[in-house]
């Protein structure tokens, strides 16, 4: 099924069990051991998504969760998807957010990292722990925009829909015209615009990450 850019991150409803070749299974999540626990701030908390991106590696089933993580709030990374969209991405912030929370073996893991080039990803801070039946799990990690964060003044734009982010950028950014996703799938408009982000001192660090290169 094809995902329209504007309907970015297709987000479901937060819910507990199964993801498997058949869909999604609520209920019991099965074996976690040996597996990791990652954060899901954007389409990869999205049952359709994760299906597309993980094929038959569903055979043995994705656990899923709805989780409470404290400190760290969804905003945007400072660059634009070759789909035309303006992805999320982690930032530390106050306050705690409902997220889902997915365990991924080593083969799942692998593939869903090839399919995230302007992320790494990184473990969870102590300081913001992720809680799921007010027990805080160990070893969470999230994907980190390598382009940093949209905001300005200091303070983070926290997620907004497609149309919202869009019309953001085009007010900061008005030497680029009117930025709608079919422009926007022109990689040397996408450069244009990382790069004005960057001289238009819109573009914030996660707070996440001390990693070389960190924005």
Request: proline fraction near 8%.
């Amino acid at each position: 099924m094809e995902l329209h850019p504007s309907g970015y991150p297709w987000a479901e409803p937060a819910r507990t069990g199964r993801l498997g070749d058949g869909g999604f299974a609520e209920g019991p999540q099965g074996d976690l051991a040996e597996r990791v626990p990652v954060v899901a701030v954007g389409s990869n908390a999205s049952p359709v998504v994760l299906a597309g991106k993980l094929g038959g590696l569903l055979g043995p089933g994705l656990p899923m969760a709805a989780a409470e993580v404290h400190g760290l709030a969804v905003g945007h990374s400072a660059h634009v998807s070759a789909r035309g969209y303006v992805a999320a991405a982690p930032v530390r912030a106050e306050g705690v957010r409902p997220l889902t929370v997915c365990w991924f073996d080593e083969a799942q893991l692998a593939t869903l990292d090839a399919t995230e080039p302007n992320y790494r990803r990184v473990q969870l801070p102590g300081r913001m722990p992720c809680v799921i039946g007010g027990a805080p799990l160990t070893g969470v990690e999230v994907y980190e925009s390598v382009h940093g964060v949209l905001g300005e003044s200091g303070t983070p734009l926290e997620l907004r829909d497609q149309a919202g982010v869009l019309d953001w950028l085009s007010t900061r950014l008005p030497g680029l015209g009117g930025l709608d996703h079919d422009r926007l799938t022109d990689e040397s408009l996408r450069e244009r615009v990382r790069e004005a982000l960057i001289v238009a001192d819109l573009v914030l660090p996660s707070g996440l990450s001390t990693a070389p290169g960190h924005a």
